[in-house]
């Protein structure tokens, strides 16, 4: 997932990410660009919601595993 803040605030924000096609139903890890891991745990629906904080002007992306 990638996003972007075209602001020139920053952003903080918890946004939910739907997993259901992913094939995980319990846990998802989550690292943001090439940092470390987070696990998450995933709700009924098979969403997770993580905080979010961007920078004015800048992007970011997440990766699921």
């Known amino acids: 997932m990638m996003l972007y803040n075209p602001t020139d605030q920053k952003i903080e924000k918890d946004i939910k990410i ?25 709700n009924r629906n098979y969403e997770t919601t993580i905080k979010v904080v961007l920078a004015p002007n800048s992007y970011s992306w997440w990766q699921v595993e």
Not at 18 to 42: C, F, V, W
């Open 18 to 42: 739907p997993l259901y096609y992913t094939g995980l139903t319990q846990t998802a890890r989550i690292r943001e660009k090439e940092g470390p891991a987070k696990s998450y745990s995933l």
